[in-house]
Structure formats: C-alpha cells, structure tokens
T-cell receptor, first 111, second 118 residues
Framework: DTAVSQTPKYLVTQMGNDKSIKCEQNLGHDTMYWYKQDSKKFLKIMFSYNNKELIINETVPNRFSPKSPDKAHLNLHINSLELGDSAVYFC??????????FGPGTRLTVL | AQTVTQSQPEMSVQEAETVTLSCTYDTSESDYYLFWYKQPPSRQMILVIRQEAYKQQNATENRFSVNFQKAAKSFSLKISDSQLGDAAMYFCAYRSARETGTASKLTFGTGTRLQVTL
C-alpha cells in the first residue's frame, strides 16, 4: 500500500513545454508539500497546502502553479519549462506533530 | 530563519563498524523536531529517526541512534553495525513545532553521502 504516490516518475520534455506532476496520499494527512531537489541534492520547499489552502509559497517562479482539488491530492503544473527546471520534485505529506512522508520523486529533465 | 548544517559531504565506514554523521542547526525556537532522512540510490526519502526537542532522552531505532545536544544545537546520527544497505545520502532536517503557516515546512541540511565498504 503506497502512502504517497507521484506520477510520472520520469519526465523528459523540451524547453517551452507545459507539464504536470500528480501526487496522491492515502495517509489521511491534512498537509501536503512540494519540494525540489537540485543537481547538488539540495532539498528546498516550494509549496505547501493545508486542507486545500495554500500556506507556503517560497519565491517560486509563477510558471509553477500548484493545485489541490482535495486534501489527498496535490498537483504541480509547470508552464514554459526552462533548462533550470531540471530537478527531482518530491511530494510529501504530514499531519500535526508527525514527520513528513515523501513520494518516490519525479525526475524532470528539460532538453 | 532556521538553518541546518552538515559539515561532512562524504563519509566512509567499513561493514559492521560504527559511524557518526554530524548535524548542527540554528534556531531561536525552543520547541521543534529534528529528523534524519536516508536517500538511497533509488532516490526515495526514508525517515530514519526523529527527535522532539522537549525530550531529553536521545531517540533510538534499532541500529540508529542520535546524540541530541539542545544547548549546543547539535544532532548527530550514529549508525552501529553498518551494513551495505546503509550506503546512501543522509539528510538532517528541522521543523518547527508550531504547526501553522510556514512553520510546518522541513529545512534540510546539504546531506552527507555515506559509503559502506567491505
């Protein structure tokens, strides 16, 4: 039983394209996150939603738009992809006073 | 803002030996959580161990234990009886105990790559 799942796991696309990454959690958590891991393995928060409400938006270009249709899902849409967007994107979820659980990650490669 | 520092980019340990990974952090808060996450080559982020700042007792999970020094803002991870499967990137992370707004995010260190040799 997968706790946090993401699709796709790999995404290869051309510059200028628009792409989406989907995330679902079956842990019943109220809070979901998107983290970005760059080529040097550094992990940084991008967005967080709590019960479908955006609560964290960390100086991310507005080409990135998260959407949470319900508290179990958090999607990430990226417009006009750039070379610098190449990274691994992790979805995670947590509940009050619990650790965050991560999805398997989506490796995005922009050519 | 909180910061997390891992000063060892790479460490190596022989199988069955013990290794300690270092982590220091900076915060003005008194209540928070600290975590160690493991990232093997599969890239999955796996929670290894957690520590609540209000607990003086160091957390232990099987072969993994921490040395939490709150005054020194230090949170090291000790791996005993190292196994080949322990080879991975290890990330130290901080989270505020305030569960509102930006407080719920994890702040990560830069990671330590652990190599396990025969």
């Amino acid at each position: 039983d997968t706790a946090v799942s993401q699709t796709p796991k790999y995404l290869v696309t051309q510059m200028g394209n628009d792409k989406s990454i989907k995330c679902e959690q079956n842990l019943g958590h109220d809070t979901m996150y998107w983290y970005k891991q760059d080529s040097k393995k550094f992990l940084k928060i991008m967005f967080s939603y709590n019960n479908k409400e955006l609560i964290i938006n960390e100086t991310v270009p507005n080409r990135f738009s998260p959407k949470s249709p319900d508290k179990a899902h958090l999607n990430l849409h990226i417009n006009s992809l750039e070379l610098g967007d190449s990274a691994v994107y992790f979805c995670a979820s947590s509940q009050y006073r619990s650790p965050a659980f991560f999805g398997p990650g989506t490796r995005l490669t922009v050519l | 803002a909180q910061t997390v520092t891992q000063s060892q980019p790479e460490m190596s340990v022989q199988e069955a030996e013990t290794v300690t990974l270092s982590c220091t952090y900076d915060t003005s808060e008194s209540d928070y959580y600290l975590f160690w996450y493991k990232q093997p080559p599969s890239r999955q982020m796996i929670l290894v161990i957690r520590q609540e700042a209000y607990k003086q007792q160091n957390a232990t999970e099987n072969r993994f234990s921490v040395n939490f020094q709150k005054a020194a803002k230090s949170f090291s991870l000790k791996i005993s009886d190292s196994q080949l499967g322990d080879a991975a990137m290890y990330f130290c992370a901080y989270r505020s105990a305030r569960e509102t707004g930006t407080a719920s995010k994890l702040t990560f260190g830069t990671g330590t790559r652990l190599q396990v040799t025969l």
